[in-house]
Every structure is written in C-alpha cells, then in structure tokens.
C-alpha cells in the first residue's frame, strides 16, 4: 500500500550502471588478450626465444604493471581526500540520512518502505517492524529516544500526503505504559470489533473497560470514583451511547444511578425504574432537585462513616448541561450548585459525568472544566473546540480528525494519558435484563409488595384508587379526602422508605392526580 517512488527509481539507476560496467569489462578484457597475443609474438621473432620464456617474461611484465596502476590510483585518492574542504562527507551523510536518527539505526529502519518514509520526513525514529492487522497495513514504530510518540502523531496530514490518501487512513493507537511506541494503521480504523469483556463480578474501585484501539484491544482506565467527566462533542457522535455503557457499568457492579436528561428524546427511559432519581422534565427545578438529592445522599453518607460501612458507587448524569443554562441568572445557579456538589461528593464514591453536544465556551466554562477533570471528546467541527473540551494536549491529538465512519470513537484525558478509543456498545435488550435484575435483588417488605399489588398491571393510581386498592388487601384506609391521603401515604412510606411526589397522569383528556408505578420501583431499588 505504501509506495516509494524514489526508492524505485533509484534502484533501476544503480542496475544500468552495474550493466554499464560489466560491457567496459569485458571490452577492456577483449582488448588486453589482442595486444598480449601481439607483444607475444613480437618478443618470440624478436628474441628467438622459446614459448614457455617468452610467455613467463610477458606474464611478469602485465603483474608489474597492474601494481604499479594500483599504486597510482590510490596515490591520487588519497590526495584528492587531502585537499576535499572538511565536513563535506559528513555533509552528504546528512543527505542521504534524515537529521535526528540515530547513528546506526538506519539498517533497522529502511528495510521497511514505512520506515523510509519517516525518514524523509525527519522522524528520529530507533525502529519499524511490519505487524499485522485484519484489515489493514499495520506498523509498531519506536521513537528514538528522547523523543515521544508525539514526533509520529502530530505528522498524521504529512504521512497522509506521502501515501496520497485521507487523514482519515493513517491512524495511530499508543502503545499502553510507553511513551515512545505507537501503532500506525493505514486503512479504514476500527474495522475489528472486539466482543465485550466479561463483566460479571466487575469492581468499580478497579479498572473498568471503557473503549478499543485500532486492533481490537479492549483499554481500561483507572478506577472511576472519585473522578468526574466532561463528555461533549458534535450531535450523533456517540457521547449518549457512552454514558449509557458507563451507566450499565455501575448496574452491573451493584452502583446506584441519577440521571437528568436536559433532551426531551428520553434516551435514559429504560434506566429509570433503576434509578435513585430520574428527571426528563428539562427544567431549572429538575436539575437542582436532583443536585440536591446528591448532596443530601453525600451528606448522609458522610454520617455513617463512623460505622465503616462502605456505600455503593453513585453515578450522576446530565445530559445536555446548555438545557440548563439558556437562561443567564439560573445558568448561574446551576454552575454554583454544580461546583458544590462536585467539590463535596468525591469522597461519598459520587461520580458527576455531564455531557453536551455544544462545545462552546459559554457552554463548557471555567468552572465546568475546572470541576469536571476527566475530559471526554467526541468528533468535533473543529480544531478550536476540540481544545475547548480537551484543553492541553499533546502536538497531533485533535478530535477535528476522529473518523467519521467509525461513530462512538473518542479521545479521553484520564490518569492514563491522552488516548484515542472507540466505545463499547450495548443494546437495549441488555440495559433492560440488567435493569431487571436489579429490581429483582431487591426484596420488598410486606406493605411494599401489598402497594406493588394493589397497582397490578397498572402503570398510575389515583389516591383514591389506591386506597380503595388497599382496603381489599386489609389495610384500614379512611373515606376523608386529608386523612385517606395520609394514611395512603403511611402505606407507602412503610414499605418504600418514602413517597414519591403526587403527578399528574392517566389519559389526556382527564388528567388526575395519582403515583406513578415506576416511581414506587425507583424508591424500592435504591433502598
């Protein structure tokens, strides 16, 4: 796939001159047996001497004078390298090598066209083996020290336009715990899906499986406790994929969820039942409830720590942060409560991850990078809002040339470094199992199966529904509208630890208040 012209041309050049070279030989041979055959016979008539004497004579006579030519030829070498200006050697090494590669390193590098190819451009590269990949033209390069990974990466548009193809084509994955070793693949990227890891009996407080490389490797990061995320990007990049696998994560490994979708899509519907708190209102007051509940959970949990008791992961998503700040007095209010919560809940085993698909400056401020350090960035329009998201980054590292055909790819600050990956998908199918298995763990009391019951296949009850409900299974509910509230509301309490809000629901045209089921199934998983 790389082609090497020069390399060609070159080639062909020192054939003809090895051609040329031999037919001067072999005339020059020709012609030295004709005038031996002459000097021969000469000496023979004029010597009168035998064959056997005239032929040892001729023969010592052409060794003389070969030495003598030999003799004078390096003569006149060695003058001309006298007199040759100094450098001028080394200047012409210069030429042939490219400045910054090693001495020595060249017979490891040109044996292989990409190899040669860095060279030209002036890589200080030690080394470049040929690895195989499935589907395209694969490349472990090591950077010659002291130099970093970043001498390959950031010539990514140059490398390109050496093989005449896309940025898109030339793709490099950093070799996991090295600074100077990077994978170069040339072709279409992550065309090799790997299957999803094993997650059964998955530790939060470990790595966790987050994305895959150009070769199908599945790359971890550290411990996600403690840290909070800034995922952004352009629309239908991926960003809601990622943090629904991260919400599954914390599902699978016992965690509990809060979820705020500032989208009116409702793309975190099948994970509402299990969740702590579930807002899809996209108002100021949902979003500052939800914060709130976090930090009332942080404060509690800070409260029992006498106990040693060691509480499960939370993780906290807001998706689509711009919802929440069109407007500039509660935009100042969400960020000051955001701040806040951030700040007290990394050592309750809180995880904030906010996301959006605006990475503006007036949308992803000051205090939302400085609160939220590991940053998540998706294919974005431009350079400018890739370092928006990223900030600080190696040469090379811009989420401007991610690949459009691989949707899901990005790039992730972590404790690791800069890395790019593409995300591990899940289907709908396996969020709901893993929802139902969490709403099976829990083992309702008495009077929560009694409420559970009482609802049947209903999704809303009125209160007065309810409660009639209730009294066919025993319990003593009064007829008064106050006094049947409250002691529908006992009922619940006792079975759920508390009462979700009363809302409005059943069909459109005779809106009544009521609870709704989920709420209730919400209530129950997260007690």
């Not at 130099?147 to 390959?152: K, S």
Request: net charge neutral; hydrophobic share 40%; proline share 5%.
């Amino acid at each position: 796939m790389i082609k090497t012209p020069e390399g060609e041309g070159v080639a062909k050049q020192k054939q003809k001159q090895q051609e040329e070279e031999l037919y001067a030989q072999a005339a020059g041979g020709i012609g030295t047996l004709a005038i031996a055959a002459g000097v021969l016979a000469a000496i023979k008539d004029k010597l009168g001497l035998s064959w056997p004497a005239t032929l040892t004579l001729t023969a010592g006579a052409l060794v003389a004078l070969g030495y003598l030519a030999w003799r004078l030829k390096t003569g006149v070498t060695r003058l001309w390298a006298r007199d040759a200006r100094p450098g001028t050697t080394q200047a012409a090494m210069r030429q042939e090598t490219p400045e910054g590669t090693q001495e020595g390193a060249e017979a490891l590098v040109l044996p292989t066209a990409m190899g040669r190819l860095l060279q030209r451009l002036q890589v200080p590269v030690e080394s470049v083996e040929s690895i195989p990949h499935p589907t395209g033209e694969g490349h472990m390069v090591r950077v010659a020290a002291p130099h970093t990974t970043a001498a390959v990466t950031r010539l990514r548009e140059a490398i390109a336009s050496e093989l005449d193809m896309t940025q898109e084509d030339v793709n490099f994955a950093q070799v996991e715990g090295s600074i100077r070793n990077v994978r170069v693949l040339i072709g279409t990227p992550y065309t090799h899906i790997p299957e999803l890891p094993d997650l059964a009996g998955l530790d939060l407080d470990a790595d966790i499986p987050l994305g895959y490389d150009l070769w199908g490797n599945i790359l971890t990061m550290p411990s996600p406790i403690g840290k909070h995320f800034l995922v952004a990007g352009e629309t239908e990049g991926g960003k809601t994929s990622f943090l629904k696998f991260l919400a599954y994560l914390f599902l699978m490994a016992g965690g509990r969820l809060v979820i705020v979708d500032g989208k009116p899509d409702g793309d975190y519907a099948d994970f509402r039942e299990a969740c702590d708190y579930y807002d899809n209102s996209l108002t100021h007051k949902g979003v500052m409830g939800a914060l709130d509940y976090v930090r009332e959970v942080a404060e509690r949990r800070g409260r029992s720590k006498r106990d040693g008791s060691r509480p499960e992961p939370m993780l906290v998503i807001i998706d689509e942060i711009l919802t929440f700040k069109e407007d500039p007095a509660e935009g100042r209010e969400f960020e000051s409560a955001l701040k806040l919560t951030a700040s007290q809940v990394r050592s309750a085993r809180i995880l904030v991850a906010c996301a959006t698909q605006h990475p503006r400056d007036d949308v992803i401020s000051t205090v939302i990078k400085n609160n939220l350090t590991v940053q998540v960035a998706f294919k974005v329009m431009s350079r400018a809002a890739s370092r928006m998201i990223l900030g600080t980054v190696p040469e090379g590292v811009n989420a401007e040339l991610l690949p459009a055909s691989a949707r899901g790819t990005f790039i992730i600050k972590d404790p690791r470094g800069v890395r790019e990956m593409r995300g591990l998908f899940i289907t709908d199918d396996m969020i709901q199992q893993a929802v139902k298995a969490r709403l099976d763990a829990v083992e309702p009391n008495e009077h929560a199966k009694a409420v559970l019951a009482a609802y049947g296949n209903s999704e809303f009850l009125t209160t007065e529904e309810l409660a009639q409900s209730l009294r066919g299974c025993g319990y003593e509910i009064p007829d008064g509208a106050q006094s049947m509230g409250v002691a529908v509301r006992d009922v619940i309490v006792k079975g759920f630890a508390a009462a979700p809000d009363v809302v409005q629901g059943g069909p459109a045209s005779a809106r009544r208040k009521g609870r709704r089921k989920a709420d209730l199934l919400a209530l129950l998983a997260r007690t």
